[in-house]
């Protein structure tokens, strides 16, 4: 049984490109969350899915970035007119449920922007 | 409101030692879930222990230790005997299960842990 998959595992941008970041779930999870580790700091929460629906973005940044999980194929979080800020670890966590399981982390994708 | 705060930044040990780390959390939920994860330097993030806020029995698995206190609202971990490989982040994470949470996963600032032989 494959855990959560991240792809790719790093990825290097320059300043105003584009990045797309994928995740496959566990096989039978249908809840994603994504989180984002900032250098030297800790994870912060950036949104929740489930197919098809964005339940909780609360901790998205206002502008940039988007994040989806459609029906079929993986969840893409994907931030526009990168900046190097966005230069970080960003996770994603799967749950064959919301709240009361545990999440499953992949191993994270490693934005660089130079 | 939610948080969860890891005082030590950095933690130094001699192989052998024991060590605890400090979690905080603070929370209006009765019912939440407190977390312990590990991030060696290779990066992922290794699941440790799940305890929800009913259950205050303190859990012991091998070297690991986790207590549980409501009243001061502390879940603190102990590793006995530490050796080189539990040098790594650890984080302290908590979810509340109320109405109309997500489970989102709410983390402290991390502990990083240096093991010396």
């Known amino acids: 049984n494959a855990g959560v998959m991240q792809n790719p595992r790093h990825l290097v941008r320059r300043r105003g490109q584009e990045a797309r970041l994928r995740c496959s779930p566990m096989?039978?999870?249908?809840?994603v969350y994504w989180y984002r580790q900032l250098p030297e700091e800790g994870l912060k929460f950036m949104v929740y899915?489930?197919?098809?629906?964005?339940?909780?973005e609360s901790g998205m940044p206002k502008e940039r970035f988007s994040a989806e999980f459609p029906k079929e194929g993986p969840s893409i979080l994907r931030i526009q007119q990168v900046v190097r800020g966005d230069s970080a670890a960003y996770f994603c966590?799967?749950?064959?449920?919301?709240?009361?399981?545990?999440?499953?982390f992949g191993p994270g994708t490693r934005l660089t922007v130079l | 409101a939610q948080k969860v705060t890891q005082a030590q930044t950095e933690i130094s040990v001699v192989e052998k030692e024991d060590v605890t780390l400090d979690c905080v959390y603070e929370?209006?939920?009765?019912?939440?879930?407190l977390f312990w994860y590990k991030q060696p330097p290779s990066g992922e993030l290794v699941f440790l222990i799940r305890r929800n806020s009913f259950d205050e029995q303190n859990e012991i698995s091998g070297r690991y230790s986790w207590n549980f206190q409501k009243s001061t609202s502390s879940f603190n971990f102990t590793i006995t005997a530490s050796q080189v490989v539990d040098s790594a982040v650890y984080f302290c994470?908590?979810?509340?299960?109320?109405?109309?949470?997500?489970?989102?996963?709410?983390f402290g600032q991390g502990t990083t842990l240096q093991v010396k032989p």
């Open positions: 966590a799967s749950s064959i449920t919301f709240g009361l399981n545990e999440q499953f």
């Open positions: 929370t209006r939920d009765t019912t939440y879930y």
């Open positions: 096989k039978g999870h249908s809840h």
């Open positions: 899915l489930q197919k098809e629906n964005i339940i909780d």
């Open positions: 994470a908590l979810s509340e299960a109320g109405s109309g949470n997500t489970g989102k996963l709410i």
